[in-house]
């Protein structure tokens, strides 16, 4: 039973898991990681720590809620990418064929929408844009969420996000993929894909030739579930909350789920099971994040 201060131990417990899960993936295939680039990362870290230390010196809950907010999105964000790393180190046969041919198979033709986007470069822009704001997306949830004094849907919203970040990453681990690969050279227009600019480094993972983590340069390399589809359809439920910013931000949200195929290089299945990762990973954070004594006190926003 989850006492009342011990609503964050479930995203502890997530973040713990992750960095066992990383110690044993990279058991066989050894990485080291730069020192001089993981700086950065630390300093980050060591800044969010303090601020959550300072705001519950000081009682102001919404700076705590803030505060360990990012500092568990950011320890979320390494894990989850190194562990990802690791997996792919170990993984067996490319998973494209299957999932293209389940693309195929449900009616997606790409070739005819991206010869279709190329054509529209207002819109290449706006879908570009909305896929590589999401880490925008998030800074503007929580800091909105834990200034309103929302501390239970933002308790929720970073919960779901670790708890499905962290199935994603394993179910990947058994479905690896290069993505939903295309040239840009044969278009006028259209950007490079995140898949398309992983290729070298997804390869690296798999022929042995990257064992150094640079923890500046971390790039997600999940293909099959799309966790941006996966996180963008958590803030949609986590925008709701907010009157102000239910529309504006459920529709950034939704568009970079329509854009996460073209830009990220993600099969259409790929989005389709990040969506359906949402909904469980949500209702099973707010069960394991909600109070369990005290039923009178309910979230509210108190004073800073």
């Known amino acids: 039973m989850f006492r009342a201060d011990h609503r964050e131990t479930a995203s502890w417990v997530l973040i713990g898991a992750m960095l066992m899960s990383f110690l044993v993936a990279q058991y066989h295939h050894r990485f080291t990681v730069d020192p001089i680039r993981a700086a950065p990362a630390m300093a980050a870290v060591?800044?969010?720590?303090?601020?959550?230390?300072?705001?519950?010196?000081?009682?102001?809950?919404?700076l705590v809620a803030g505060a360990r907010a990012f500092l568990q999105m950011t320890l979320f964000t390494v894990l989850g990418v190194v562990l990802a790393y690791a997996l792919a180190a170990n993984a067996g046969k490319l998973w494209d064929a299957r999932l293209a041919a389940a693309d195929r198979a449900i009616g997606f033709n790409w070739p005819v929408v991206l010869a279709l986007l190329d054509k529209s470069p207002p819109l290449?822009?706006?879908?570009?844009?909305?896929?590589?704001?999401?880490?925008?997306?998030?800074?503007?949830?929580?800091?909105?969420l834990s200034g309103m004094g929302k501390f239970d849907t933002l308790r929720t919203m970073v919960c779901a996000a670790i708890l499905s970040g962290f199935v994603t990453i394993l179910i990947s681990g058994l479905t690896p993929a290069m993505g939903n690969l295309f040239d840009p050279s044969r278009y006028a227009h259209l950007w490079p894909s995140i898949a398309w600019l992983e290729q070298g480094l997804i390869s690296g993972l798999r022929d042995g030739s990257l064992?150094?983590?640079?923890?500046?340069?971390?790039?997600?390399?999940?293909s099959f579930p799309s966790f941006h589809a996966t996180l963008a359809a958590i803030f949609i439920w986590a925008f709701g909350a907010m009157p102000r910013l239910a529309v504006p931000g459920r529709v950034w949200a939704?568009?970079?789920?329509?854009a996460t195929p073209v830009f990220g290089g993600h099969y259409g299945v790929d989005v389709i099971m990040g969506l359906f990762l949402a909904p469980p990973a949500i209702i099973a954070s707010r069960h394991i994040t909600r109070r369990r004594r005290a039923p009178h006190l309910m979230d509210s926003a108190q004073p800073a």
Request: without cysteine.
């Open 46 to 62: 060591t800044a969010l720590a303090l601020a959550l230390a300072i705001g519950k010196y000081t009682a102001r809950p919404r």
């Open 124 to 144: 290449i822009w706006l879908f570009g844009l909305a896929y590589h704001s999401l880490t925008l997306q998030m800074i503007v949830v929580i800091v909105a």
């Open 211 to 222: 064992r150094v983590l640079d923890l500046t340069m971390l790039m997600g390399i999940v």
């Open 254 to 258: 939704v568009l970079t789920i329509v």
